[in-house]
């Protein structure tokens, strides 16, 4: 399991002393006012940041880091992920998971045959989508409802889903 969750990217810079615009990447961009260090993933290191400033504009994070005063200072971060440790996120409900979890988890019908691996989380607004590469290589969507997805099994690796009628057409 990761231990490390990205919660944005940033996407540029906003003003001349050293703010971000940072597209979050969680479910609740609100979470960033409780969030008092981040870690930057440079590419070649990580780098704790301890955020100064949060202000919310439109879809986007715009945060303030303490040492980084100026545009020059903050622009080369620019498409860079904002992280987090797993003990620092958001305590998650009952049948909910973080998509890192998901990620790769086989897929399996109900009746225990194998349908796939699943590759990607769409999130849609109304309800998350499930993409699933099957073991043809073909790509199908799943609706991440509780008629569809019948249990996930984090240790065991294991996704249950009932195919809808039409799902497959």
Same mark, same amino acid.
């Given at each position: 399991m990761e231990n490390l969750l990205r919660v944005g990217v940033i996407s540029s810079t906003h003003g001349v002393k050293g703010e971000v615009k940072v597209f979050p990447t969680t479910d609740d961009p609100a979470r960033f006012k409780s969030l008092k260090k981040v870690m930057l993933d440079t590419g070649r290191e990580h780098m704790d940041l301890e955020i100064q400033g949060v202000k919310f504009f439109k879809n986007m994070v715009i945060l303030k880091f303490k040492g980084?005063?100026? =545009? %020059? $200072?903050? $622009? /080369?971060?620019?498409?860079? %992920? *904002? *992280? =987090?440790?797993? %003990?620092?996120?958001? /305590? *998650?409900?009952p049948d909910e998971n973080f998509i890192i979890d998901l990620i790769g988890l086989r897929v399996v019908t109900e009746d225990g045959a194998e349908f796939g691996t699943l590759t990607d989380v769409i999130k849609t607004g109304a309800n998350d989508v499930y993409e699933v590469r099957t073991g043809e290589g073909k790509d199908v969507l799943l609706p991440a409802i509780k008629e569809c997805v019948l249990g996930v099994d984090l240790e065991e690796g294991i996704i249950t889903v009932h195919i809808m009628d039409g799902l497959l057409d």
């Open positions: 980084f005063d100026s =545009i %020059d $200072e903050i $622009e /080369k971060y620019k498409g860079k %992920d *904002l *992280l =987090i440790w797993r %003990d620092q996120a958001v /305590k *998650l409900g």
